[in-house]
């Protein structure tokens, strides 16, 4: 970093400072600095400006404030100083100055202007290069990161990691001979020079060099010869030996020598047999893939090999079609598991119950009730229970949660001090809709072991889905750091437990949707009564509504801000790999920087999220249409008004002591309430989690339905059918989520809605281009049934589908409703009930 | 190799739930004073000195065991010695010797602090531990004591069990 340390001890200040002409003086001002002297720094400047103020004083205090935490002042004076110049025009050491300034508040765009201002202005410090790179890439401008790159290896060649820098930036940009020339250059300079302590760097960078020629060679055979060569030369040299063997394996396989792969890979599975990755390149190189006979051979085979390993024994299973032989196959794989007490025995047989639904479990079924019946529960009891657990999972797989019940209880009856029946019990609670019996059965296993933090997060999940934030929090808290606080929120934001954090903010969500029901049947009871006890009550709903919706928006927020900081994480990446000499670990990070808002923890809060904001835009658009309806409820006695505010504030300040989750000083909003009062949610949701995700999705993975109704509301309609058309090309033009977003727009094109007049005509001829079976001229036709249009077109039993009808109120209410139920009526018992309680 | 099936071990506070649900699940109708289980872990320094363990069947906790040191005679219930205040093994594991271990681990505690009887109380209508207790050389005392068990369905008499240890 630029921010050099150490440098000279000034300890004269502004005494000697006299005499001196001003630009010395800020020299000195500029070395308090970098020796952290901040404080002393900011008295020299005040003492310069008193004569003059320049820029380059306001824009040295502004960072010497930003150091000493006062970050608004600090703003202030770099926005003064900024006035102060025309353009970028001025000193190098100025803009250099508000570079790093911009760099520390993370305006990585503005502080690489600053940086390039610094060298544009006559800066000979070529340091400055490195730090431009590292934000340069931090912002995905590789081109420029590159060009910087080639700079300061030019003026330090001296150093490995500048060659690697650059040789990475090459690569990304798609130079990859270029790339491969840098690295082979270095190595020649470096020949016979290497110590003991750069054989890992040495290493990396030379299986770097294969991956980029690797990957250079395409399928052009002669290259990938020479990519083959050129790893037989460096394997003594190369430490992951798998990651070689990897790489020689799939040359073999481009080239076509697959009895050579074949090799490969049968040296891979000894390395390591219970990859399963290796078994089925194997069977590619061997050419069996389609030949059961001769895989069955193979593998049998191969299970004499490695008779410990679970892959020779399971891959089997999964394509032997003779049913006595599976049931057979079958009977090895399970029984001594169960025998032994492996209590993941059925998450082991698990995939086959997915791929080969129709025969697995039904076989597995009888093997496993036979197995059963020989074992004496008195003198096999270890098979006797875990039986009795496998069959438990097996039926809750089959949803028969009678059955599943019956075998957890028989488990539970037998031994009641195994905690994984109390974990098992709850989940089939759970399934059957009985929330706040699956938390106290979970609490119940929980007691008996306190130390296990695995059932200790259980038992705090299954709190918040059965709404029980208080206790959830209760026994989350006893794992935590809780140092200055109630209990262990705040530490769970500090460590980033997100799966806590996201489940904490939908159990508010779903408690704001009860609080705000009931508020509704109790404000309707009391219209016109005036009983004191419901108005104090209604007082008190109205208050955990606003608290559960703000907490929840909050939370939803927490999990944002994490992701942005892990995107932000990467910035020392930039040089610190380089430093390291690790360039495939860093092109691995760079991946996976690329996906990192596509995470399903990240979209599931942003779903949760734009539930949130969603609602609010169309509340305020409700009441944009009748803005006098509320204030209908008289003041009360004054007196007693006073009395239950204070109570309420008493209230207030309690739950604000639960709720805190950062530390005071750095976040005002415990409730969220600011969150909630804004004038734009889509924008704030936008900034917030829409425009990441969407930078970042992959069209398979996109959520066409989210994108439809955040443009929707936006009004871009043309968005809207985009939305629609790659949501068909998915599922199909009968599907009901495209049949719902279809007459959804066609509505929006109608005169009377608000839409832009140019977005409905785009719209419009979108739909006929593409869509003209859909029945557009009846847009403008009050008397048309869409509804019952939707229901006999489409696939209309779709919750989704439904769903969206219901947000946009442009239906009958009762009739979609009455469609919802019959559609969930099949369901299991857990989402009928999230139905019914939160979503009618 | 060459575990041993069943294992004994220390109650710690963490795990006090379960010799808490063993014993509760051995002797359901059995009602446990409030604080029973919890004075093994006290809050204050007390001075009352326990011995409890767990029994681990293939390393699943299925027995229990608590028994109190009275150094000294308290009234005609307790007299000096230790006193095996409960003892549950779960039903389907009882064959498998662990009560045995138990009174064995018991007698050594006994040796361990100079005294020489082990003591039991058991409801006089429970025959079965009665005896079970008699076969490992416990001898009853003549005089049922009056009501000293707590159940569900109101108070036992109990029958006094003595052992002597050399």
């Known amino acids: 970093m630029s921010r050099r340390r150490g440098g000279a001890k000034p300890k004269q200040v502004a005494k000697a400072a006299a005499g001196k002409d001003h630009h010395t003086q800020f020299l000195e001002a500029l070395k308090l600095y970098e020796g952290k002297q901040y404080k002393k720094s900011i008295k020299l400047l005040d003492t310069l400006m008193k004569k003059h ?43 250099h100055v508000l570079g790093i300034y911009m760099r520390s508040v993370k305006s990585y765009a503005d502080s690489i202007k600053w940086f390039q201002a610094s060298l544009d202005n006559g800066s000979t410090n070529k340091q400055i290069y490195r730090d431009l790179a590292t934000l340069q890439s931090q912002i995905g401008d590789f081109k420029a990161a590159l060009a910087s790159r080639k700079k300061y290896w030019e003026s330090f060649v001296g150093y490995r990691a500048n060659w690697t820098a650059l040789a990475i930036a090459q690569d990304i940009n798609g130079e990859r001979q270029q790339a491969i020339n840098t690295l082979s250059q270095f190595e020649k300079l470096a020949e016979g020079k290497i110590s003991e302590a750069e ?27 020479k990519v083959l060569h050129h790893l037989d030369t460096i394997e003594p040299k190369v430490f992951d030996k798998f990651g070689l063997l990897e790489r020689k394996a799939s040359i073999f396989m481009k080239l076509g020598k697959v009895k050579e792969a074949s090799l490969v890979y049968r040296t891979l599975i000894k390395r390591n047999p219970d990859n399963f990755k290796y078994y089925k390149l194997l069977e590619v190189s061997l050419g069996v893939t389609t030949n059961n006979k001769l895989r069955k051979v193979l593998y049998e085979k191969l299970a004499t090999f490695y008779p410990r390993c679970e892959a020779p024994k399971f891959i089997p299973l999964t394509f032997i079609h003779d049913e006595t032989e599976l049931s057979k196959k079958l009977s090895e794989y399970i029984l001594p598991q169960l025998k032994r007490g492996v209590p993941a025995t059925f998450s082991n047989v698990k995939p086959l119950y997915l791929k080969r639904r129709n025969i697995i479990p039904k076989l597995v079924e009888k093997i496993v009730i036979d197995y059963l019946s020989e074992q004496d529960s008195k003198k096999q009891p270890i098979p006797y229970i875990w039986s009795c657990y496998y069959l438990s999972q097996h039926y809750l797989n089959l949803r028969d949660y009678q059955k599943a ?44 072991d306190l130390q296990d933090r695995f059932i200790n997060c259980k038992s705090v999940k299954y709190y918040l889905r059965a709404n029980q934030v ?52 109790l404000r309707a009871e009391t219209t016109d009564s005036e009983d004191e006890n419901k108005s104090s009550e209604i007082k008190e709903l109205e208050w955990s509504m606003e608290k559960y919706e703000g907490l929840s928006l909050k939370r939803f927020h927490a999990i944002s801000k994490f992701y942005k900081q892990f995107e932000d994480d990467q910035l020392d990446f930039h040089s610190y790999c380089m430093r390291k000499g690790t360039p495939r670990a860093y092109m691995e990070m760079l991946a996976w920087g690329n996906k990192l808002y596509t995470q399903p923890m990240y979209v599931r809060a942003m779903n949760g999220a734009a539930k949130i904001y969603f609602k609010m835009y169309d509340n305020s658009l409700k009441r944009k249409q009748d803005s006098d309806g509320s204030s209908k409820f008289a003041e009360g006695d004054k007196k007693k008004a006073k009395k239950e505010a204070s109570s309420l504030t008493k209230r207030k300040n309690e739950d604000r002591k639960k709720a805190i989750a950062y530390p005071e000083s750095e976040d005002k909003d415990v409730f969220g309430d600011e969150l909630l009062n804004t004038k734009e949610p889509l924008k704030i949701f936008d900034s917030n989690f829409y425009a990441d995700y969407n930078k970042q999705v992959q069209d398979y993975e996109r959520n066409n339905i989210l994108d439809f109704e955040f443009q929707y509301r936006n009004g871009k309609l043309a968005l809207c059918l985009g939305a629609l058309s790659k949501y068909e090309k998915k599922n199909g033009q009968k599907s009901g989520v495209f049949g719902a977003m279809a007459i959804i727009l066609i509505l929006a094109t109608r005169e009377s809605s608000t839409c832009d007049l140019i977005a409905k005509k785009v719209a419009t001829k979108g739909l006929e281009a593409d869509y003209s079976f859909l029945p557009l001229n009846e847009v403008e036709n009050d008397s048309f049934d869409w ?47 999230y139905v019914l309680q939160y979503v009618l | 190799m060459g ?35 919890e004075e093994l872990f006290p809050k204050d320094t007390k001075k009352d000195t326990f011995f409890a363990q767990l029994a681990y069947y293939s390393e699943i906790p299925v027995g229990a065991i608590k028994s109190k ?6 009234g005609d219930i307790y007299p000096k010695g230790v006193h095996i205040e409960v003892m549950a093994v779960l039903d389907q594991y009882k064959d498998n010797g662990i009560e045995d271990e138990f009174l064995q681990y018991v007698s050594e505690q006994c040796k361990n602090h100079h005294q020489h009887n082990i003591y039991v109380h058991v409801p006089v209508s429970n025959e079965n531990t009665i005896s079970w207790y008699k076969d490992h050389g416990f001898e009853a005392e003549e005089q049922p004591l009056k009501e000293i068990f707590t159940t569900k369905e109101g108070s036992v008499d109990g029958i006094l069990l003595k052992k002597h240890i050399e």
């Open chain 2, 69 to 74: 040191l009275y150094p000294k005679k308290k």
């Open chain 1, 405 to 448: 019940h019956e075998y957890v209880e028989k488990a539970i009856g037998h031994t009641p001090t195994m905690v994984e029946f109390y974990l098992l019990k709850a989940r089939i609670l759970k399934h059957t809709g009985e929330l706040d019996k699956a938390a106290a059965i979970l609490e119940e296993g929980r007691n008996l």
């Open chain 2, 3 to 37: 575990r041993k099936l069943v294992n004994l071990d220390n109650v710690y506070a963490n795990n006090l739930g379960m010799l808490k649900k063993i014993c509760e699940i051995d002797n359901p109708s059995i009602v446990y004073q409030s604080n029973f289980f």
């Open chain 1, 470 to 521: 208080d206790k959830a929090v209760e026994v989350a808290s006893l794992f935590t750091k809780n140092d200055d606080s109630v209990n262990g929120v705040k530490d769970l934001h500090l460590v980033e437990a997100s799966w806590f954090i996201s489940e904490q903010a939908e159990a508010y969500h779903r408690m704001h949707i009860s609080a705000q029901k009931k508020l509704e049947e």
């Open chain 1, 787 to 833: 509804l019952n249009y939707f229901k006999e077109n489409f696939h209309s039993k779709d919750l989704n589908a439904l769903l969206l009808l219901k947000q946009t109120s442009l239906f009958d209410e009762d009739k979609v409703k009455e469609l919802i139920l019959d559609t969930i009526s099949q369901d299991e018992p857990l989402l009928q009930n």
């Open chain 1, 199 to 225: 054989m890992y760097e040495h290493n990396e960078c030379l299986i770097y060099k294969n991956d980029i020629m690797y990957r250079n060679a395409g399928d052009n055979g002669e290259k990938l010869e």
């Open chain 1, 53 to 95: 103020v320049t820029p380059d004083c306001l824009a040295l205090k502004g960072l010497d404030s930003y150091f000493l935490g006062e970050k608004t002042e600090a703003a202030d004076f770099v926005k003064q100083a900024i006035s102060k110049i025309e353009g970028t025009k001025a000193s190098a050491i100025c803009c």
